[in-house]
T-cell receptor
Framework: SQKIEQNSEALNIQEGKTATLTCNYT??????LQWYRQDPGRGPVFLLL?????KEKRKERLKVTFDTTLKQSLFHITASQPADSATYLC????????????FGTGTRLKVLA | DADVTQTPRNRITKTGKRIMLECSQT?????MYWYRQDPGLGLRLIYY???????NKGEISDGYSVSRQAQAKFSLSLESAIPNQTALYFC????????????FGPGTRLTVL
């Protein structure tokens, strides 16, 4: 079965640096992969989606890459700010028409001022 | 007003009690989901519904049941609550036109004593 691995250890970085979070999956390549942000006690919020045939996607200070050979997605936050501190989840979204979202456990990011 | 609302936000109950968690959405989405989140285990799918007449089990449906009363409403019931159902529960909605980007509610924190 498909599994997602995210670094469970918290990532601490200094303000202004680039944060890089990793999402590895073990089985089939998903049609697309999503990244969410979750603040403590709140529901996840969608950030970015990248399709299987895309190498890279950007949105403001966020960048996602997708390497189907390595079965890995990287999530980058450039010029990080303390407000970026949160848990970031990746999710494998099934092909259109099916249902089973598989979420990673998330990586907690703390940006130090 | 929030697009996806959940009631109650917090609930403490005793073993053996029947509990209903409610979810309402104003996004007009056909697809709705119930997840639970536990520390270290991530988000796990309990049930999902693609329309009012379509209900499907997720990966951890035992001990739970659902009702889709209308396009906008999806309820989760614990018929006889047990302590290991203590968790954070999220409702979510999605639409095929946006590649199933999911919109989550604020969550219900349930404690079963």
């Amino acid at each position: 079965s498909q599994k997602i691995e995210q670094n469970s250890e918290a990532l601490n970085i200094q303000e202004g640096k680039t944060a890089t979070l990793t999402c590895n999956y073990t089985n089939y390549s998903p049609a697309y992969l999503q990244w969410y942000r979750q603040d403590p006690g709140r529901g996840p919020v969608f950030l970015l989606l990248i399709r299987e045939n895309e190498k890279e996607k950007r949105k403001e200070r966020l960048k996602v890459t997708f390497d189907t050979t390595l079965k890995q997605s990287l999530f980058h936050i450039t010029a990080s700010q303390p407000a970026d501190s949160a848990t970031y989840l990746c999710a494998l979204a099934p092909p259109s028409g099916t249902y089973k979202y598989i979420f990673g456990t998330g990586t907690r990011l703390k940006v130090l001022a | 007003d929030a697009d996806v609302t959940q009631t109650p936000r917090n609930r403490i109950t005793k073993t053996g009690k029947r509990i209903m968690l409610e979810c309402s959405q104003t996004k007009g989405h056909d697809r709705m989901y119930w997840y639970r989140q536990d520390p270290g285990l991530g988000l796990r799918l309990i049930y999902y519904s693609f329309d009012v007449k379509d209900i499907n089990k997720g990966e951890i449906s035992d001990g739970y049941s659902v009702s889709r009363q209308a396009q906008a409403k999806f309820s989760l019931s614990l018929e006889s609550a047990i302590p290991n159902q203590t968790a954070l529960y999220f409702c979510a909605t999605s639409d095929l036109s946006t590649y199933n980007e999911q919109f989550f509610g604020p969550g219900t924190r349930l404690t079963v004593l």
